[in-house]
């Protein structure tokens, strides 16, 4: 879990997917009463799976030779518990913070092939409070989730959850791309040409219905990604 916790990290930096040494990916251990987080400080790029910390519910460091940022618990934890998701990658990645900056909050997932793959997965939490600093607004984000895969938060970025890491990551990295192009189709001004909804929902049911193409992936990656 540690080494694929590393690589999803070294994996996100390479794409340009992180900010920083800030934002988060965590994985909840079988006991539901511990997590692998990354530590505060390093780069993604820089993170080998001995530099992963494990934290309990409250955030203390049981395991391991660095120290968490408090924010990443108050988010992850209550989204671990509330959410009941597995793995929690929380970043600002570029396209997709873009998105949450318009009126719409978030993806139009009735647009591109990538895009179609997240209908009816989304969830938009157009209340931003700031940094958080306590359990309220870890909670707050969690509930505003409703059992959604992902989560776009307004002016402030985004929340992707899966069951195992190669399907979370496979769906970060494509929900950046599907923002990707949306934004740039926005750029050129020119009226957007939408899909039926029901298209949409038929295209999601087909690129979800079988997900050997993100474990593909995501085993490329451990041979290309130092």
Not at 28 to 36: E, K, M, R, S, Y
Not at 37 to 55: K, S, T
Not at 100 to 119: E, I
Not at 191 to 217: I, K, M, W, Y
């Amino acid at each position: 879990m540690r080494e694929d916790m590393a690589l999803a990290l070294r994996a996100a930096a390479h794409f340009g997917l992180g900010e920083g040494v800030c934002n988060h990916f965590s994985m909840a251990l079988p006991d539901g009463q511990h997590f692998l987080l990354n530590p505060r400080g390093l780069m993604w790029g820089e993170i080998q799976a001995d530099d992963v910390v494990m934290v309990d519910a409250q955030g203390a460091v049981v395991a391991g030779g660095h120290v968490v940022e408090p924010t990443a618990m108050f988010i992850h934890a209550a989204v671990h518990r509330i959410a009941r998701k597995t793995c929690v990658l929380h970043t600002h990645m570029p396209y997709a913070t873009a998105l949450t900056l318009t009126a719409q909050r978030a993806l139009d997932t009735t647009l591109s092939q990538n895009a179609m793959r997240f209908h009816g997965r989304l969830a938009v939490d157009a209340q931003y409070n700031g940094f958080a600093l306590d359990d309220r607004e870890g909670e707050r984000i969690a509930q505003a989730m409703q059992g959604a895969d992902i989560s776009f938060l307004g002016n402030h970025g985004i929340i992707v959850c899966g069951e195992r890491m190669d399907y979370a990551f496979d769906d970060l990295y494509y929900l950046e791309r599907a923002c990707q192009a949306q934004v740039l189709a926005q750029s050129t001004g020119v009226p957007l040409a939408p899909c039926d909804p029901a298209l949409a929902a038929r295209v999601a049911e087909q690129a979800n219905g079988e997900r050997l193409q993100s474990t593909l992936f995501f085993e490329a990656l451990r041979r290309q990604i130092p």
